[in-house]
């Protein structure tokens, strides 16, 4: 952001006197163009990746990191810069001499596995980068997808270097799979692997990225801060006090400072207050998933956990709760008791045993493993049932 947009982002602001500025600032699930803090990974992913600018394909290459330690920003702000600043209109990478020939083309496409599951889904993520045609999202098979891709890197000249992010979470596009989809292409294609370990028995190249240092956490909030609030509405101090609590872990601080902010705009507060600040940090749970594994489900799923964050599920069997979901939705008690035991398998709620009430099998209810303010205020099913995020002061 260059300094006439701050100007008048602090003007907007003033003038309106909300606490938010710029909600797309503050969240935990955008990624700024420029990771701050992060200059020696990224150096080290651009030597991985350097035979590219020699017209060849790089080796496979890991991505590793703990959780809030920015893998997926790193990789998509590289990734997008490649292809903005050595790329044409069809957004690939060109290699050209000093003579002004032009060389082998290579497309840096990034695939989310959280949103794409089905080998439909991954070649049109792919598709959509290296062709310059609109790809079709329905009344067209896989394999003509397919075809399609294998027409587009047939030349000698033609390459793609595929990113696979999250492969190794719960019902996600694994590595390997992504390698099997790859292997019509194989030849023209070289992969990257983004998740907090390392494929089932890695020979390539790692990229290890260290959890955030103290320091360096506090200047990413620091950014988020004063290009997503009003001036004013958070001191350093409190800054300082938030990177500490999240110990390393950027999204743990950004969706406390998100909430936090949601909190203080719903009370029409004029700064963020240190009981916003802990009311949000009580929020987001320890040993937690990313928010983003909520906000990718299905919007009838997020529907299901949109209603769960308002029961009090303490005493309660996973089935009440079930009926109650039920009984403020459209879906049937069974089809929302299957979705809970659904998403508790994939770890994005946990299951909390209850006390025994007598024989039989011992009852349990669920409890959400996400920060709940952010997941609310950025569901679409905020919308679906009519109401935006309850007020949390």
């Known amino acids: 952001m260059n300094l006439h947009e701050r100007i008048a982002r602090r003007r907007s602001a003033q003038q309106g006197r909300a606490v938010i500025v710029d909600r797309d600032h503050l969240s935990p699930v955008v990624h700024r163009p420029e990771p701050i803090g992060r200059g020696p990974v990224l150096e ?29 920003a790193i990789v998509t702000a590289l990734f997008d810069a490649l292809n903005e600043r050595l790329g044409e209109s069809s957004r690939s990478i060109a290699t050209t001499t000093r003579a002004g020939s032009t060389g082998p083309v290579t497309w840096f496409v990034y695939v ?11 070649y049109r993520a792919v598709l959509s980068v290296v062709s ?51 292997v019509p292409v194989a030849d023209s294609t070289s992969t990257v692997a983004v998740g907090q370990r390392e494929p089932d028995d890695w020979d390539g190249t790692t990229v290890t990225v260290p959890a955030y240092r103290h320091h360096e956490l506090v200047d990413v909030v620091t950014d988020r801060v004063s290009t997503g609030l009003a001036a004013g509405a958070l001191d350093h101090e409190s800054v300082r006090d938030l990177a500490v609590w999240a110990d390393g872990n950027a999204h743990d601080a950004l969706a406390a400072l998100f909430g936090a902010a949601v909190c203080a705009s719903e009370a029409d507060a004029e ?23 909520a906000l990718a489900l299905s919007e009838t799923r997020q529907q299901v956990l949109w209603h769960l964050v308002s029961v009090e599920t ?36 946990e ?20 920060p709940t303010i952010v997941f609310r205020a950025l569901s679409s099913a905020a919308d679906e049932n009519g109401s935006e995020t309850e007020s949390r002061t």
């Open 271 to 293: 700064r963020v207050a240190d009981r916003h600040l802990e009311r949000a940090k009580s929020d987001v749970p320890e040993d937690g998933v990313h928010v983003d594994r």
């Open 351 to 370: 299951r909390v045993p209850l006390p025994a009430n007598g024989s039989g099998r011992r009852p349990s209810t669920v409890e959400p493993r996400f």
């Open 132 to 182: 310059a045609d609109a790809v079709p999202e329905s009344g067209i098979g896989t394999d003509e997808l397919r075809d399609r891709l294998g027409a587009l890197l047939g030349r000698r000249d033609r390459r793609a270097v595929v990113a696979i992010d999250h492969h190794d979470e719960p019902e996600t596009l694994s590595y390997d799979r992504v390698r099997e989809l790859l």
């Open 44 to 72: 080290q992913l651009l030597d991985a990746l350097e035979p590219v600018f020699n017209g060849e394909l790089p080796s496979p290459v890991a991505v590793v990191g703990p959780a809030g330690s920015g893998t997926s």
């Open 112 to 122: 989310d596995g959280r949103r794409v599951e089905s080998a439909f889904a991954f």
């Open 314 to 349: 303490a005493e309660q069997p996973i089935r009440e709760v079930a009926t109650e979901i039920a009984d403020r939705s459209s879906l049937t008690d069974g089809t929302v008791k299957r979705f809970l035991y659904e998403l508790a398998d994939r770890g994005v709620i």
